[in-house]
């Protein structure tokens, strides 16, 4: 029940695919969001670098 709770909360509030930018061969979106938010352990630098490594690349602001 908590991992659910933990699991549908990252998805309210969890990062856009608009925010990101794929490249040809990109894991799908929500696939490379659940797996880098479980090894980034909340650092964005972490996280961005775990979703080029899927294929995803941060847009500028």
Known sequence: MIVFAVALS???T???EGAWTSSEDAQPF???VAAC???SYNVETNFVICMAGRG???QAR
């Open 10 to 12: 990252a998805c309210a």
């Open 14 to 16: 969890g990062p856009k």
């Open 30 to 32: 929500e696939t490379a």
């Open 37 to 39: 938010s479980q090894s």
């Open 56 to 58: 995803w690349t941060k």
